[in-house]
């Protein structure tokens, strides 16, 4: 079992994680001083692999749960599906310290936790993700939030949770493509913050894809010390964090222009290669990095080439996002592996060159 801190003062917090971290759940909320009844949010396909376990771990330690569902899907992500949980709450009289732990991917910690922060003003939070997405990013640095029709995370705040529970032995039953976009997420961490990490990936995929504890337990920790690391330093968001969108400004374009055809691990995957090549071509990031990460995103399964897609599309898509300054796109580039840097002078005609495989 492994640890990783994030130190926000007193809004500080653990990540625990582990094969079988989900069984221990019921010790480690008494340990942080929540006990009595608590709520459970989660989807039926999340509940029927991984309820039980949850709840016999908290039944042994004497809590009260109720389970509530939600649909499975980023459509229920909505201020529709908080407005039912915040009824389903009163109905069974929440107060301000019943705890909601929110056990599923990224959509339902990202709705539960905005409903957490804004029910009665804030209730306590508990993340237990079960994707690799959630557990390599979403569930650390307390950003919640809901879709507003085709405003994706538009209506959210920042609310940290008082624990996460990753238990890497949820990730057994997701399918390739899910696990593939936690990959992703993964390899962004390595590329912005740590060298060794990509190595470490580099030299050990075939037993990370084939989900062999020890390595897939370090890749988890090692993204989550990352991503604890960038919170820790710029918790709202005004600078350094806009680090881990590393690969997102074309990769959300990408998933706009092909009417999201194009998942979010492959976006961010092509994304990474588009900013990488960029970086390339101002004469920054040397050809050898550029080809390893190609190579590590290909032997994980993801695209490095772009869709034909209009190259002006996905500018314009660009122009829409919110990594927008003063009409200048904002990129992440890579100065090597292990090190980014944040610009705004990134000619639109080189961006235009790279995304039309010039
Ligand atoms: P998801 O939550 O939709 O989960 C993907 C699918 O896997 C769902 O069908 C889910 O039911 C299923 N599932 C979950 N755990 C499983 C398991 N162990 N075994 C089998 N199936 C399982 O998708 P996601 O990729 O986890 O998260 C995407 C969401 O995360 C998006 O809404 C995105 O905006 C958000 N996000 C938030 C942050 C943040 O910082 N808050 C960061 C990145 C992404
Ligand atoms: N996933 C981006 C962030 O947490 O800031």
């Known amino acids: 079992m492994k640890k990783v801190k994030v130190n926000l003062g007193r809004d500080s917090y653990e990540v625990r994680i582990g094969a079988g971290a989900l069984a221990r759940t019921g010790n480690w909320l008494k340990e942080i001083g929540l006990t009595g009844r608590l709520v459970v949010i989660t989807n039926p396909v999340v509940d029927g692999l991984y309820g039980e376990?949850?709840?016999?771990?908290?039944?042994?330690?004497?809590?009260?749960?109720?389970?509530v569902l939600v649909p499975d899907?980023?459509?229920?992500?909505?201020?529709?599906?908080?407005?039912?949980?915040?009824?389903?709450?009163?109905?069974?009289?929440?107060?301000?310290?019943?705890?909601?732990?929110a056990l599923g991917g990224g959509v339902i910690g990202d709705l539960a936790g905005f409903?957490?922060?804004?029910?009665?003003?804030?209730?306590?939070?508990?993340?237990?993700?079960?994707?690799?997405?959630?557990?390599?990013?979403?569930?650390?640095?307390?950003?919640?939030?809901?879709?507003?029709?085709?405003?994706?995370?538009?209506?959210?705040?920042?609310?940290?949770?008082?624990?996460?529970?990753?238990?890497?032995?949820?990730?057994?039953?997701?399918?390739?493509?899910?696990?593939?976009?936690?990959?992703?997420?993964?390899?962004?961490s390595a590329v912005i913050w740590d060298g060794d990490f990509f190595s470490l990936m580099e030299d050990n995929l075939e037993g990370i894809k084939s989900l062999e504890d020890g390595i897939l337990e370090e890749v988890v920790f090692r993204s989550a010390r990352i991503k604890a690391g960038v919170v820790e330093k710029d918790e709202k968001d005004l600078g350094l964090r806009s680090i881990l969108n590393f690969g997102h400004?074309?990769?959300?374009?990408?998933?706009?222009?092909?009417?999201?055809?194009?998942?979010?691990?492959?976006?961010?995957?092509?994304?990474?290669?588009?900013a990488a090549r960029i970086s390339n071509r101002m004469g920054i990031l040397d050809k050898g990095e550029l080809d390893r990460l190609g190579s590590l995103l290909e032997r994980a399964g993801l695209p490095t080439g772009l869709p034909a897609l209009p190259a002006g599309e996905l500018i314009g898509a660009m122009k829409h996002d919110?990594?927008?300054?003063a009409g200048q796109v904002r990129f992440v580039l890579p100065r090597s592996i292990g090190e980014v840097f944040i610009t705004d002078e990134v000619s639109l005609s080189l961006v235009e060159d790279v995304l039309g495989g010039r």
């Open 53 to 67: 376990a949850l709840r016999e771990g908290l039944a042994g330690e004497g809590f009260e749960v109720t389970v």
């Open 73 to 101: 899907g980023e459509e229920h992500k909505s201020l529709e599906t908080a407005g039912r949980l915040y009824y389903e709450l009163t109905d069974l009289y929440a107060e301000r310290h019943t705890p909601v732990l």
């Open 115 to 188: 409903v957490a922060a804004t029910y009665s003003r804030g209730v306590p939070l508990v993340h237990v993700p079960t994707t690799l997405l959630a557990q390599v990013d979403s569930s650390i640095g307390g950003k919640v939030a809901v879709d507003h029709g085709r405003l994706k995370n538009k209506v959210g705040v920042f609310y940290q949770p008082r624990l996460v529970i990753t238990d890497i032995g949820t990730l057994s039953t997701l399918d390739a493509g899910q696990f593939a976009n936690g990959l992703a997420e993964a390899v962004k």
């Open 249 to 274: 400004t074309v990769g959300h374009a990408l998933e706009t222009v092909s009417a999201f055809a194009v998942c979010h691990g492959e976006a961010v995957a092509m994304g990474m290669m588009a």
């Open 322 to 325: 919110k990594k927008v300054f």
